[in-house]
C-alpha cells in the first residue's frame, strides 16, 4: 500500500454492525490493522439482537447513523447549506438521483429520499476529513453513496457481492454505479462475471477480485472423532434453502438416529421451519438457536462434523470459509461462486440446489465416511482458506485500491 496515503475513510451499509454481516465487522478491523482510520457509517441503526457481543456493540456506539441525523431538521438543513456552496456538485447530484430512479412516482420520491440522506453523509464526510467513502451491498446504500461521492467529490468505490443485486440490476442501476466508481471489489470471479455483464467494457479494468476472508488462526484447533453434529449458520429466509435439508435429514433420519442438526441464524422464516421440523418427526434432532456471536459461532464449528448449507442463490458464504478453516467438511449446492471454494469430493460435496434427494444421498455419504476421509476433506479446506481467503491478505488488497483512490493514482 503507498506510504503517503492518510486520512479517514468512509465505510457505509444498510445496517452496521449485523450479527449475519460478521465479514463486514472483520474487513474493517483488518483495514484498520493495516493503519487505515476508518469512519463506519450505516443507513439504519440496527436492533439490539443484532449486538451479539462486545464488539457489536462497541462498533455501533462509533458508527454514524445517517437516517436518525437526517430526521433531525437543523442537521438536514446546515448539511444543505453546506452542499449548496458548491451549487453544481448539488445539483449535479439532484439530477443523478432524479434520472437514475426506477420508473414512476414511487421510484422518483425514494431516490429523492437517498439524496437527501447522501447529502447528510456528504457534510458528515467532509467535516471528519474523508478522503474515500466505500460501501458494501449494490443497492440502496450504494445509491447514497454514489450520490454522497457527486454531492461531496470525494472518489467512492464498493464491494460487489450478490445474489440478490443480479436479480435487479437495471432496477439499482448497476451500470451507473460500476461507471462512477474508483474500483469495484468482487467477491468472486463469477460475481465480477455479472459485474461484466451489467458495466459498459470501457470499465471492467475496474473490477478487481477481492475475497470476503476470515482469520484463520481464529479456527485452528484440534478435532475429535466425528460424531454426526451437523451445523447450519445463516439467516433463516427462503433463499437458504432450510427446508430442503429438513426434507432431506428426514430421508436419512432412519439409519442414523443419533444425528443432530444446530441451526444458528434467526429470521422470518423461523416459526415456519419449526412448525416443518415438528411435522416431519425431526424435533428430537433439531435444534434452533437463534443468532450467535462470532466467538459462539466459532465455538459451534469446532463442535461440527459437516457444515450444511443448501442455498439457491449465494454470493460466497463466508460460513463455508470459516467452516473449512476449523477443518469441518462442508455440503452445500452447486451456485455461483461456491466452487471457487469447495472442491466437490476433495473438501466437501456440492449438490444441485432444490433437491433433498442429492442432498440426502450426499449426506448420508458424509456421514458413513471413516474418519479420515472427514480429516483429509478438513485439511484440504483449511488449505484452500490459507491461501485464498485470508481476511488480511484480503483487507491488504482492498486497502492498496483505497489508497490508490485516494492519491488520485492511476486506476488502469
Given amino acids: 500500500m503507498p506510504d503517503r496515503f492518510s486520512g479517514p475513510v468512509a465505510y457505509l451499509t444498510g445496517q452496521y454492525p449485523r450479527a449475519t454481516d460478521t465479514f463486514i465487522q472483520r474487513e474493517v478491523a483488518a483495514l484498520r490493522g493495516h493503519g487505515l482510520v476508518v469512519e463506519t457509517c450505516s443507513v439504519r441503526r440496527t436492533g439490539a439482537e443484532h ?14 447513523h445517517i437516517l436518525e441525523a437526517t430526521a433531525n431538521p437543523l442537521v438536514t438543513l446546515r448539511a444543505h447549506l453546506s452542499a449548496l456552496r458548491n451549487p453544481a456538485r448539488y445539483l449535479r447530484g439532484l439530477w443523478l438521483a432524479w434520472r437514475t430512479a426506477p420508473g414512476g412516482i414511487r421510484g422518483n420520491i425514494y431516490n429523492l429520499i437517498y439524496f437527501a440522506e447522501a447529502v447528510v453523509l456528504a457534510h458528515h464526510m467532509r467535516k471528519r476529513g474523508v478522503v474515500h467513502l466505500h460501501n458494501h451491498i449494490a443497492k440502496a446504500s450504494c445509491t447514497v453513496a454514489m ?30 454505479k460500476i461507471a462512477r466508481a474508483a474500483f469495484v471489489a468482487c467477491i468472486s470471479h463469477f460475481c465480477r462475471s455479472q459485474g461484466m455483464i451489467f458495466s459498459d467494457p470501457a ?7 477481492v475475497h470476503c476472508g476470515v482469520d ?10 466425528p460424531a454426526k453434529r451437523l451445523l447450519f449458520v445463516g439467516r433463516l429466509a427462503v433463499v437458504k434453502g432450510v427446508p430442503v435439508l429438513l426434507r432431506a435429514l428426514q430421508q436419512v433420519a432412519a439409519e442414523h438416529p443419533d ?19 415438528r411435522a416431519l418427526s425431526l424435533s428430537g434432532m433439531v435444534d434452533f438457536v437463534g443468532y450467535k456471536g462470532q466467538a459462539e459461532v466459532a465455538q459451534a464449528l469446532r463442535d461440527a462434523d459437516i457444515l450444511v448449507l443448501p442455498s439457491f442463490a449465494e454470493g460466497l458464504p463466508v460460513v463455508l470459509m470459516e467452516a473449512l478453516a476449523a477443518r469441518v467438511p462442508v455440503l452445500t449446492t452447486r451456485i455461483a461462486g461456491v ?12 449438490v444441485a440446489p432444490g433437491d433433498p434427494a442429492e442432498l440426502a444421498d450426499a449426506l448420508r ?32 488488497k482492498l486497502a492498496a485500491l483505497i489508497a490508490n483512490s485516494a492519491l488520485g493514482a492511476d486506476r488502469a
Fill in 51 to 64: 449486538h451479539v457481543g462486545d464488539e457489536q456493540r462497541a462498533e455501533a456506539a462509533r458508527t454514524f
Fill in 147 to 176: 450520490l454522497a461521492s457527486t454531492v461531496s467529490g470525494i472518489p467512492y468505490s464498493f464491494t460487489l457481492h450478490g445474489p440478490d443485486i443480479f436479480f435487479e440490476p437495471i432496477h439499482w442501476r448497476l451500470d451507473e
Fill in 203 to 209: 470499465h471492467w479494468e475496474k473490477l478487481h477480485i
Fill in 216 to 225: 484463520p488462526s481464529l479456527y485452528d484447533t484440534p478435532r475429535g472423532a
Fill in 259 to 277: 444425528m443432530r442438526l444446530t441451526l444458528i441464524g434467526d429470521g422470518p422464516e423461523r416459526a415456519a421451519l419449526e412448525d416443518e421440523a
Fill in 339 to 350: 466452487g471457487e471454494l469447495v472442491e466437490d469430493g476433495v473438501s466437501g460435496r456440492l
Fill in 365 to 396: 455419504e458424509m456421514l458413513n465416511a471413516p474418519p479420515e476421509v472427514h480429516a483429509a476433506m478438513g485439511q484440504a479446506g483449511r488449505d484452500r482458506v490459507v491461501a485464498e481467503f485470508d481476511s488480511a491478505a484480503e483487507a491488504e
